[in-house]
Each structure stands twice: as C-alpha cells, then as structure tokens.
C-alpha cells in the first residue's frame, strides 16, 4: 500500500483534458510538504515533470500543470496528445517516516 | 551535466547480498543539502524509495527495510553504495539512484539496473 493514493487508471481523447488526483494525509502533504510529479515512458526511468506542486521544469510544455490543497493535490493535462500515455507519480515527503520521500502507487494515462 | 548510473548483478540468489553501486558526475555530494537516494521498482508496480544518504554523512532508511539495508558513500570515487540483505524474489525490481538536494524532487535519475532473486 502507497502512502499517497492515486487512481490506478485514467483515459481520455486526444485533445481533451484528464486530471490524476494524489491523496495524502496530515503527515505528508496536509504537513505542508511539496508535491511532486514524475511521467514513466514505457521502459525508462521516471521524469520530474511537476515541481513544488505547480513548477514546470525548463522544456515541459505547459500543457502540464499541478495544484495542491490540504491534504491532496492534482496533475492536469491539457490538449491530450499520444506521446503523453505514460505512468504518472506523485511524490511528497513524511513526517512520521523521517527522510523517506512517499510515493504514490502511480496511474496508467492512456490516450484513447 | 549531471548524470548518475547503476551498476550491480542482474541476477542473486535467495538469502543473498545485493550490492548497488551508483556512480555519478556532474555534481559532488560534498556539496551542502546535497543527497541521493536509492528507489526501487517491481516489474509493473510502483515506485519504492528504499534509502538516503546526504552531504552530512546523515543516512535514512525505509522502516520496512531498514534492518536489511546500508547505505555509504565514497566523495572521492563519487559513488554511493547500497547493500540489501537477505535477498529474496519479491525483491526482484528495477533498482534507481537519483540524485535531489533535501527535501527537494529526485531532479536527475539513473537509468536503472534490474535484479532479478532467483535460485
């Protein structure tokens, strides 16, 4: 069990708008800790995408982008296209786990 | 750049010692607030972080793994070493470094090295 909870899936049209929800609790991200994303191509090893909850790093394209409130936060990606379907992970930090970054269990984007 | 890579066996036996060894370039872990981690991944399942060492000599453990697990560094070889005991096939996974600077995101990530536990 993953200390952050994603959907396991999400889909939808290219073109169209998805959002993968990350929920944590009140020693993660409802602690203030930030969130962060990561996109896994098939095969490779994962790609920060979203920093500090709502940065892009320099050549994401800002078709990415993230949020944070309470104890959850969100990834959400616009203009669907198929280079896009990927495994996305969120990642924060516990206070009860010391120095342990958590991650998410991960969701499969697939473009339709 | 910045670059980090795994090497190690791609095949150990049950009850055996896994040794990982993550050599890097691009920046020093002398450096303060520097850190590198080591994360895990089963064929198809999620990300694990498993272990931390940072600038300091501080080490962090996974409290599910940490009676298995020990982590060093060596600043002059620029490596850091991760030793996992007791090796068994639920272990097997694709095992990453990558590198961030405390609390901060994994920014530059290994490309991985798969271990398989097997007899």
């Known amino acids: 069990q993953s200390v952050l909870t994603q959907p396991p899936s999400v889909s939808g049209a290219p073109g169209q708008r998805v959002t993968i929800s990350c929920t944590g609790s009140s020693s993660n991200i409802g602690a203030g800790y930030d969130v962060h994303w990561y996109q896994q191509l098939p095969g490779t090893a994962p790609n920060l995408l979203i920093y500090?909850?709502?940065n892009r790093p320099s050549g994401v394209p800002d078709r990415f982008s993230g949020s944070k409130s309470g104890t959850s936060a969100s990834l959400a990606i616009t203009g669907l296209q198929a280079e896009d379907e990927a495994d996305y992970y969120c990642?924060?930090?516990?206070?009860?786990?010391?120095?342990?970054?958590?991650f998410g269990g991960g969701t499969k984007l697939t473009v339709l | 750049q910045v670059t980090l890579r795994e090497s190690g066996p791609a095949l150990v036996k049950p009850t055996q010692t896994l040794t990982l060894t993550c050599t890097f370039s691009?920046?020093?872990?002398?450096?303060?607030?520097?850190?590198v981690s080591w994360i895990r991944q089963p064929p198809g399942k999620a990300l694990e972080w498993l272990a931390r060492?940072?600038?300091?000599?501080?080490?962090y453990y996974s409290t599910s793994l940490k009676t298995r697990l020990t982590i060093s560094k060596d600043t002059s070889k620029n490596q850091v070493v991760l030793t996992m005991a007791n090796m068994d096939p639920v272990d097997t996974a694709t095992y990453y470094c990558?590198?961030?600077?405390?609390?901060?995101?994994?920014?530059?990530w290994g490309q991985g090295t798969l271990v398989t536990v097997s007899s």
């Open positions: 060492i940072d600038w300091d000599d501080d080490k």
């Open positions: 990558a590198r961030s600077l405390g609390t901060t995101p994994y920014d530059f």
């Open positions: 500090n909850n709502i």
């Open positions: 691009g920046f020093s872990l002398t450096t303060s607030g520097m850190c």
């Open positions: 990642q924060s930090y516990d206070s009860s786990l010391s120095g342990s970054g958590v």
